[in-house]
C-alpha cells in the first residue's frame, strides 16, 4: 500500500512558537490529507490537499503540497495548549480504498 | 450531525477469549473502514468494505474477520485473541470509496486482552 514517512515523530514547544510537521512519499501522490488525534480521541479530518503546490489556510494552521505532489508539511503559527496532540498525514493507495497513515508528529505544547 | 458510531467502547477479554466490535457509519455512508491503533502507534489499516463487499485489506490477521451488513453497519470479530491484540479499535466510513474521500472516524473501542 501506499507508503507516506513523517518527521518529526515528537516535538515540544513552548507556548506562542511556531512548529511545522513534514511528511514525505516515495511516490506521487494523488492528495493527502491531514489528520488532528487529541490524547484519548479519535483522528478529525482537518483538510486534504489535491493540487500541485496547494496552499491552504485554516486559521493558524497553513498546509502545503509539493510541487510534485510527494511531500507535503502542516505549519502551526504561535501553537497553543489546544493545538495539543498528533497530527497524521495520511495518503489513499491508487486503488482509493486504503486510506495509510504517516507515523504521526505528536505535539506537546508548555504554557 | 450523526457521527459513526462504535460499540462497545470498552471491551475486557481474556487470552484466547472472542470479542465482537460493531459499527455503524454515517446515514448514506457506504464504505467502512477499521483500523487498530496501539499505544503510541498511527492507525493501522485493517480491512474495508464498499456497498457490502470487501474491498480491501491490510494487516488484519487470520483471526479476524469482519462483514458489511446490509443495513451498512459493520461488525469485526476476533477470535484466540492475544495480549497483542489489545488496542484501540476505529471504524470509519465515507461516502463512496475513492482517493480524495473524507473518511469520518468513530470514537473507538479499546479492546484490552489480559
Known amino acids: 500500500g501506499q507508503q507516506v514517512m513523517q518527521i518529526p515523530q515528537y516535538q515540544h514547544v513552548q507556548e506562542g512558537e511556531d512548529f511545522t510537521t513534514y511528511c514525505n512519499s516515495s511516490?506521487?501522490?494523488?492528495?493527502i490529507q491531514w489528520y488532528k488525534q487529541r490524547p484519548g480521541g479519535h483522528p478529525v479530518f482537518l483538510i486534504q490537499?489535491?493540487?500541485?503546490?496547494e496552499v491552504k489556510k485554516q486559521k493558524r494552521l497553513t498546509f502545503q503540497f509539493g510541487e510534485a505532489k510527494k511531500n507535503s508539511s502542516l505549519h502551526i503559527t504561535a501553537t497553543q495548549t489546544t493545538d495539543v496532540g498528533t497530527y497524521f498525514c495520511?495518503?489513499?493507495?491508487?486503488?482509493?480504498?486504503?486510506?495509510?497513515f504517516g507515523g504521526g508528529t505528536r505535539l506537546m505544547v508548555k504554557p | 450531525a450523526a457521527g459513526v458510531i462504535q460499540s462497545p467502547r470498552h471491551l475486557i477479554k481474556e487470552k484466547r477469549e472472542t470479542a465482537t466490535l460493531k459499527c455503524y457509519p454515517i446515514?448514506?455512508?457506504?464504505?467502512v473502514y477499521w483500523y487498530q491503533q496501539g499505544p503510541g502507534q498511527d492507525p493501522q489499516f485493517l480491512i474495508s468494505?464498499?456497498?457490502?463487499?470487501?474491498?480491501d485489506k491490510g494487516s488484519i490477521p487470520d483471526r479476524f474477520s469482519a462483514q458489511q451488513f446490509s443495513d451498512y453497519h459493520s461488525e469485526l470479530n476476533m477470535s484466540s485473541l492475544e495480549l497483542g491484540d489489545s488496542a484501540l479499535y476505529f471504524c470509519?466510513?465515507?461516502?463512496?470509496?475513492?482517493?480524495?474521500?473524507?473518511?469520518?472516524f468513530g470514537e473507538g473501542s479499546w479492546l484490552t486482552v489480559v
Open positions: 446515514p448514506r455512508h457506504d464504505t
Open positions: 511516490t506521487t501522490l494523488s492528495n
Open positions: 495520511a495518503a489513499y493507495n491508487n486503488a482509493g480504498n486504503m486510506l495509510t
Open positions: 470509519a466510513s465515507s461516502l463512496r470509496q475513492g482517493a480524495g474521500n473524507t473518511i469520518y
Open positions: 468494505f464498499y456497498e457490502k463487499m470487501q474491498s
Open positions: 490537499l489535491v493540487k500541485s503546490g
